[in-house]
């Protein structure tokens, strides 16, 4: 009987285990050197599931950029008037030039009554204002009244067809005579009826009032 020596055996089964031993322990290394810096693990089912639960912002539902509003304009300041001038006022009506300029000589002449002596005043205008020969009281309004009515008042003649108002206004009597704007004029006047009464209260700057002494 052949007897069999186990020892042989016995080594040759380590050796292999130490040469198995070598590959695992650089599996093992290579393992580690993945975990440290090289690529990430595949993720795993439950992992997988909890990313797919979560929703994915829509990108049409995003908030576009607000629409930019335009900045306010500075207001304009208004272009600078030029100053108006003020609109000259009229004088006063009393110390109004009179409309045209009038140039006049007259002598004035009242009479209270027939038994009285007339008294006369010499009337100057020069551009419708009193002139320097002129000795009548109210030489300026005289003048002005010469002004307003003009030449056609002191050489018109009395009209018959009027109808004149029968009253009586008093013994008083006047004249003016002289020239007006170079035409000649000679009036009369008395207080005899309502049409004298009329003429005589048109010119009393120069005659008076009518009654007056």
């Not at 093992?28 to 997988?48: I, S």
């Not at 006022?89 to 209270?112: D, E, H, I, K």
């Not at 049409?195 to 005659?207: E, G, K, N």
Request: aromatic share 2%; charged share 10%.
């Amino acid at each position: 009987m052949t007897s069999t020596d186990p020892t042989p055996t016995a080594g040759r089964a380590r050796t292999a285990a130490r040469r198995a031993l070598i590959p695992l322990a650089a599996l093992t290394l290579a393992l580690a050197a993945c975990d440290q810096g090289g690529p990430a693990p595949e993720p795993t089912d439950q992992e997988t599931s909890v990313q797919s639960s979560t929703p994915t912002p829509d990108d049409s539902a995003a908030p576009g950029p607000a629409p930019s509003s335009p900045a306010p304009s500075a207001p304009s300041s208004p272009a600078p008037s030029a100053p108006s001038s003020p609109a000259p006022s009229a004088p006063p009506a009393s110390t109004a030039p009179p409309a045209a300029s009038t140039n006049a000589l007259l002598t004035v002449s009242v009479q209270q009554d027939a038994s009285s002596d007339p008294v006369q005043y010499v009337l100057e205008c020069v551009d419708g204002v009193s002139g320097p020969a002129s000795t009548h009281p109210n030489a300026d309004a005289a003048c002005a009244t010469v002004a307003r009515l003009g030449t056609a008042f002191f050489t018109a003649r009395p009209n018959k067809d009027v109808v004149c108002t029968q009253q009586y206004g008093g013994p008083q009597t006047g004249s003016i005579t002289g020239e007006i704007d170079g035409t000649s004029v000679a009036g009369a006047f008395a207080l005899t009826d309502g049409c004298q009464i009329s003429r005589w209260t048109s010119v009393q700057d120069l005659l008076g009032a009518p009654g007056g002494q």
